[in-house]
């Protein structure tokens, strides 16, 4: 029996790359699965049903369960029918993985507005979205007495949380809100039978790979991973064992954030003091210059 035998799992932007992995593995492991995917381009540019579709094919032809999605989950109704498809379809839910994102980089005094809110609305609001219409769902069963065991995992970033990138001012503000939105939703939702973790990954995909720097450091490490036989660190496919963890039913964690590359996981933790000053009196700002780092 898999480690997620009888679940029902969305996993977003699972038509390429990290989510793809997701898809596969959670199938593998007796998932049902709806593969959500808009199929647009990395700027989040056009509608293309194929690589959900492909995936979800690809599960099938295996012998799993799974239907294909394109609703857009930067907006309301978008998140509120992929919920809804997956009730419809498979009789209940006990898994959201958001993962679905794109990329508009730019620096600050040359990004456009629209760029801006394109990626917010996909990366922050669309993971706000699918939470807000999954955990209404949850909060239902709980109050009708079927106390779910459901998990939610979100895809924060290195970006956000711990390298913060030049020219990602978009992307990087939206992960790093992405990591505490999932602290505030494990707080809130746990009553409710809901847990919520967020993962930092660092792999190969169609975002990383045109980064600038990072893209070609991964495209030589994949040659040479191939031509030697040996572990590829920069496999999307070293993040999802984590995530499916996650979202088993006797997995305890809750209100963690995980950075995760090739063979190593790491435990995050945010703000923290490092040093503090105190005064007895009305602060003056010659004390202050004086006395800060």
């Not at 996993?11 to 959500?36: K, M």
């Not at 690589?51 to 599960?59: K, L, S």
């Not at 459901?150 to 390298?163: E, F, K, L, Q």
């Not at 993040?239 to 435990?267: M, R, T």
Request: net charge negative.
């Amino acid at each position: 029996m898999g480690a997620l035998e009888g679940r029902v799992a969305v996993i977003t932007g699972a038509g390429r790359g990290i989510g793809r992995e997701h898809a596969l593995l959670f199938a593998r492991e007796g998932a049902a699965v709806v593969v959500n995917d808009l199929g647009g381009s990395n700027s989040g540019d056009g509608i293309d049903v194929g690589p959900a579709q492909e995936v979800a094919n690809e599960i099938v032809a295996a012998g799993g369960r799974a239907v294909a999605n394109t609703d857009n989950v930067a907006t309301w109704a978008g998140a509120q029918a992929l919920i809804a498809q997956a009730v419809a379809e498979f009789g209940k839910l006990d898994i959201v993985v958001n993962n679905a994102g794109i990329l508009r980089d730019g620096f600050i005094p040359a990004m456009a507005e629209s760029d801006w809110d394109a990626v917010v609305a996909v990366h922050l609001k669309g993971h706000f979205s699918v939470i807000h219409h999954a955990s209404a769902y949850w909060k239902a069963e709980s109050k009708a007495g079927r106390q779910p065991n459901a998990a939610i995992i979100n895809t924060a970033s290195a970006s956000g949380v711990t390298m913060p990138n030049a020219g990602q001012s978009n992307y990087g503000a939206a992960k790093a809100a992405i990591a505490a939105l999932t602290l505030v939703a494990a707080d809130e939702l746990e009553r409710y039978g809901v847990r919520a973790n967020a993962i930092a990954p660092i792999a190969r995909t169609r975002l990383t790979l045109a980064t600038p720097g990072m893209g070609a450091l991964m495209a030589a490490e994949a040659a040479d991973a191939e031509a030697e036989g040996s572990f590829d660190a920069f496999s999307p496919a070293n993040i999802s064992p984590l995530v499916a963890y996650l979202a088993g039913e006797k997995c305890p964690v809750n209100g963690k954030v995980f950075a995760v590359q090739g063979g190593a996981i790491s435990e995050l933790a945010g703000w923290h003091d490092v040093k503090t000053i105190e005064t007895d009196e009305a602060w003056s700002i010659d004390d202050i210059a004086a006395r800060l780092p």
